[in-house]
């Protein structure tokens, strides 16, 4: 039920928005950030990562895959006034033709699609085209060309190394998708290497760059001195 409504709500704003579009200039309104996180130890930034881009003044939504859970606690982000969504709320509300399906929903209501962090198995399924959980199906429903998308990517350094990786952002690369360079850092196996996830700050100042080119869209507020 509460996707339900959550799916009818984005739906108004997206239908709001577009009868403003015939009437006389609005005022700008704040950027919409869809966040989707996949299945990476890097998703226990997620929390951090949510609550920066609402501290700069970005409207924000997470999805998650079922992987993506195992790593942050969903319901302390929820306490936070951000929801989360799931592959439950995807496919428990759907009934009947006519009702809001959830990720067209969120496609509608996002300005920005930010997948942070992007796993090499959801990279494999995005640059395929693959639709099998909430996240990747958002990105398979995605207008490339009218909505910005920002990926970083997280995985063990020979993951990340592999020919298949290159390939694979290449295919996103080429759909207009922006990577936010990796880091070299410890990582979960205890090496260290490249392909760890950027720092949450870094992603906020790529959302921030891309929200300062959407029209209509005010623009969001600038990284902390010291942060």
Not at 16 to 39: D, F, H
Not at 53 to 78: I, K, M, P
Not at 211 to 223: D, V, Y
Request: with cysteine; proline share 5%; hydrophobic share 50%.
């Amino acid at each position: 039920a509460e996707a339900a409504l959550a799916a009818k709500r984005m739906r108004s704003a997206a239908g709001s928005a577009g009868a403003a579009s015939g009437a006389e200039p609005s005022a700008p309104r704040t950027p919409r950030v869809l966040l989707a996180a996949t299945g990476s130890v890097a998703a226990v930034k997620v929390p951090l990562l949510a609550a920066e881009l609402l501290r700069r003044g970005a409207e924000v939504r997470v999805c998650a895959t079922q992987r993506a859970l195992a790593f942050f606690d969903a319901a302390s982000v929820r306490a936070s006034g951000v929801e989360v969504l799931t592959d439950e709320d995807e496919w428990g509300p759907w009934k009947r033709v006519g009702d809001p399906v959830l990720h067209i929903e969120l496609r509608r209501w996002a300005d920005v699609l930010v997948v942070a962090p992007l796993s090499a198995n959801s990279l494999a399924k995005c640059a395929n085209g693959l639709a099998d959980n909430l996240v990747t199906c958002v990105f398979r429903a995605w207008d490339f060309a009218a909505q910005p998308v920002l990926v970083a990517p997280a995985m063990n350094t020979f993951m990340w190394e592999s020919p298949f990786t290159s390939k694979q952002l290449g295919v996103l690369e080429e759909l207009g998708v922006l990577a936010v360079p990796t880091v070299v850092k410890a990582l979960a196996c205890g090496d260290v290497g490249d392909g760890a996830m950027a720092e949450y700050q870094t992603i906020a100042d790529a959302v921030q760059a891309v929200t300062a080119r959407l029209k209509g869209c005010s623009p969001l507020m600038r990284r902390r001195d010291g942060d």
